[in-house]
C-alpha cells in the first residue's frame, strides 16, 4: 500500500512549491504507517507469546493431573504451537514488507529531491 501510494503521488518538485509539501506529507504518512503498523506487530507477538505459554502451561497440567488422557489433546496442542509458528513467520513478513515500503519510500523522496 505505501508503495502504491509513493509511485503515484510523488513527483520531482522544483524548490519548496506545493509539490514539494505533497512528497513530504507522503513520506511523513508513510513513516506514521510504519511506525503504527509496528506497534500493532509488536502487541500481537506479545500477545501470541502469552498465548504459547499459556499453551505449555496447560499441557503441563493435563499431562500432570488427567495423565490417562493427555494423548487426547496431544494433537490440538501441535495444531495450536503450528498456528502460532505461522502467525509469527506472517507477523515477520509484515515487518519485513512495510520494512522495505518505508525504505524505498524515503529514497524516492530523495531522489526526487535532489534529483536535477
Known sequence: MELNIVATQMKHAEGIGS???INTGVAIGSFI????TWI???NQRQTMEVLGEEIDRREQTIAK???KVKDLFEGSFNALRKRL???KR???AIC???SFGLIATFVVYAYL???P
Open 65 to 67: 493431573d488427567h495423565e
Open 33 to 36: 504507517f510504519a511506525i503504527l
Open 90 to 92: 506472517i507477523l515477520q
Open 113 to 115: 529531491l535532489y534529483l
Open 96 to 98: 519485513i514488507i512495510v
Open 19 to 21: 509539490q514539494f509539501w
Open 40 to 42: 500493532l506487530v509488536t
Open 85 to 87: 509458528g505461522w502467525q
